[in-house]
């Protein structure tokens, strides 16, 4: 078994080129996120192949938002499915809706707090309101734990200080814009390295470019997961 700490992102164009990839890591991942861009390509088939066929853990990234009714229908659909985990916008009308959808399913739901594209330029652009990033991405995170999140979706320079917030006891960081030293930056911003991720208390590690563009993805993915092992047994010995 994989370690499920590393989520590797299927950020490919068709739900084939997605069942190949988990074919070509094979056993160096067991948890896979497939997001909007493989919505119209088959993504939830896959979704549901990988899941009950291969028995893989399913992250499904769709950034829920709209009004409480229309969330919650949307949310009872999908975790219809039995994935586990299901991301959402964080503002706490969503959450708590997508809450009520999800009641009696073993699907998380993950509320997004500021995209890890984003910088403090982008928010202004978006007339979202001012002051300090990492303080926001806290306020958030902490609103949506109250409105019930299981998790939050974060990246790994605001994860020390949710980790740190009373509401955070018990639910999930989920860190995306994760890049090995090598590796380009590609569109994220506020990136860090498997390393760094989990000793500011990530709990899931989302890795896309890096494995599949990789002449290698399973060679890319093992050695992101030793990565991630070390990295866990300094935590421990430091504890």
Known sequence: MADERLIVALDVPNALDG??????????????KIGLGMLTGGGMA????????????I???MKLFDIPATVENAVRGIAAYGLDFLTVHGDPYVVSAAKQGAAGSDTKILAVTILTSLEREDLDAALITQGDLREIVCT???RAFEAGADGVICS???????????????????????????????DQKRVATPRS??????????VGRPVWRADDPRGAAQAIQQEIATAWQSNTSFA
Do not use: W
């Open 19 to 32: 069942l190949q990839m988990a074919e070509r890591i094979g056993d160096a991942a067991d948890f896979y």
């Open 46 to 57: 896959l979704a549901n192949e990988l899941k009950q066929e291969h028995g893989k853990r």
């Open 59 to 61: 992250f499904l990234d």
């Open 140 to 142: 958030r995170a902490a």
């Open 156 to 186: 790994a320079r605001e994860a020390a200080a949710i980790r740190a917030l009373p509401q955070a006891e018990g639910r999930l960081i989920v860190t995306p814009g994760i890049r090995p030293l090598d590796a380009a930056d590609d």
């Open 197 to 206: 991720a989990i000793r500011d208390g990530a709990d899931h590690l989302v």
